[in-house]
């Protein structure tokens, strides 16, 4: 296994004993959790947060050998209990990305897949978790696909939602993150014309200089991680299915699909 170059970004959604039926692929329990972070550690890696990323990715800073940035989308409460005593065991860093219009409330976006409902951060507790050194991203306002949208709800989605988030905590908003890992062209131009200094993809691999800071590579967290898969994630920043079917690209010179299906 060859590692592939710069710093591997972690997608995480819920941190959960019950991660759920129809869409458990998209959570790790808390055990799960805290062996990928004591694994971390033990195996000397520290955390890097996006705007140190983003500095790689602009040619500013070279990437350390051993770091990643952690990410948490949706902005899950679970987050509060469930990561955070680990993280700050560890003394790692992390960026959760909120639905700015759905703060407080539940990911109804996915009632649609019949799981029950998963409770969301609350402004107070979001306000907290700032206090504490999380960063506060942006996962646009209603996650909805972007690239569905109008001009002016995209507008709304990318500019309104970090106006709102900015205003609610008191804090500036440089990071964004694609709801379903869907965007187009005219995302990239909103998220520049609001001032965003990155915004994360679903999209496989490592985060090395030249890579577009609004298409950030990440590796997704799934419930049937293995410390073998993790390993290999977070070394090559693909899973193995999908490290394999890059290489068979590759080897017959066509481009692969790195993105996997589209995340909740
Ligand atoms: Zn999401």
């Excluded at 694609?178 to 994360?200: I, K, N, S």
């Amino acid at each position: 296994m060859r590692e592939s170059q710069g710093v591997k970004i972690l997608m995480y959604h819920w941190i959960s004993g019950d991660p759920g039926q129809r869409l458990r692929h998209w959570g790790v329990t808390p055990d799960q959790f805290r062996c990928q972070m004591r694994f971390l550690h033990e195996h000397g890696y520290r955390t890097l947060s996006l705007g140190e990323v983003a500095d790689i990715v602009r040619g500013a800073r070279s990437a350390p050998p051993r770091a990643v940035a952690l990410t948490f989308d949706d902005g899950y409460r679970d987050f509060l209990h469930e990561a955070v005593p680990t993280l700050e065991e560890f003394g790692f860093s992390a960026t959760v990305f909120l639905v700015a219009d759905r703060v407080g409330e539940s990911n109804s976006w996915d009632a649609r897949h019949g799981d029950p409902p998963r409770p969301l951060l609350s402004w107070s507790e979001a306000a907290a978790l700032a206090s504490r050194g999380i960063e506060m991203g942006s996962h646009a306002r209603t996650h909805r696909p972007l690239t569905l949208l109008s001009q002016e709800e995209l507008r709304e989605e990318i500019a309104g939602s970090k106006a709102i988030i900015e205003e609610k905590l008191g804090l500036a908003v440089r990071h964004f993150s694609y709801p379903h890992g869907l965007f187009d062209g005219r995302c990239l131009g909103w998220l520049r014309e609001a001032g965003y200094e990155t915004a994360c993809a679903d999209i496989r691999g490592g985060n090395r200089q030249g890579v577009d800071p609004f298409q950030l590579r990440r590796s997704l967290m799934t419930c049937h991680e293995t410390q073998w898969s993790f390993f290999f994630k977070i070394r090559t920043g693909f899973g193995m299915r999908e490290w394999a079917a890059t290489a068979m690209a590759s080897w017959s010179g066509h481009s692969a699909q790195t993105s996997a299906q589209e995340v909740p």
